[in-house]
């Protein structure tokens, strides 16, 4: 018997998810039967199984998969000199993220924070996806600390400011981005990008004697 190569393996592993993804984020993790996923991808029982126990184990591969990658872009980021300021490095990663999928082309990046979101509601129910969201999130995190303390050292962020929390707000708008498409349709992720922008450019209010002084 012929061996099976591992691209060969890679490929299959990636078809399952790619289906996997698109069920669970049409119809929600509850209301999606692993004969959804069968008939999604087209392959038999046996053939899914060898990979994946079942649908916990496949939306654990889902979510893992998309923390690592997003991981991995901050990292490349952070190794950059000097860095990337914030709303570029938020818009790579925003978009790297929602191209994870080759195969879920247009749809993939309609249905994509669908998913996202389903799965932050999953993790309140499941202990087991807590600790992958959770031990993912902490990954993410770390990078980002140590971006913003670059961005302080080099004069480019104010430094009297945690870089945690400045860090935690990144990603929370993030986040927050992901759910407005779920909620209210995709947008291009440069609308996160220049209202980042915005924000950043805000500065201390000139009272209106300094005003006049400049203006003389």
Not at 43 to 50: E, F, M, T
Not at 124 to 138: C, F, H, I, Q, T
Not at 174 to 203: I, T, Y
Request: with cysteine; aromatic share 6%.
């Amino acid at each position: 018997m012929a061996r099976v190569s591992q691209e060969h393996l890679d490929a299959r592993r990636r078809q399952i998810l790619d289906g996997a993804a698109l069920c669970f984020a049409r119809n929600g993790f509850h209301a999606t039967s692993m004969q959804d996923v069968l008939k999604e991808v087209d392959l038999s029982a046996g053939a899914v199984y060898r990979y994946f126990s079942g649908k916990e184990e496949l939306i654990a591969a889902i979510v893992t998969e998309v923390l690592q990658e997003v991981g991995n872009a901050f990292e490349t980021a952070g190794e950059q000199n000097p860095p990337p300021p914030p709303d570029v490095i938020v818009g790579e990663v925003m978009g790297r993220m929602m191209g994870l999928r080759p195969g879920l082309t247009h749809e993939g990046a309609a249905i994509y924070p669908r998913l996202i979101v389903q799965v932050w509601g999953e993790t309140l129910r499941d202990p087991e996806l807590s600790k992958v969201l959770n031990s993912g999130y902490a990954k993410i995190r770390e990078p980002w600390v140590l971006l913003v303390e670059r961005y302080q050292e080099a004069g480019m962020m104010r430094a009297d400011v945690s870089a945690e929390s400045v860090a935690r707000t990144m990603i929370a708008a993030a986040q927050g981005f992901v759910a407005q498409m779920a909620l209210f349709g995709v947008a291009p992720v440069e609308v996160l990008q220049d209202g980042l922008r915005g924000l950043m450019s805000m500065g201390a209010p000139v009272r209106s004697d300094e005003s006049g002084s400049q203006a003389g």
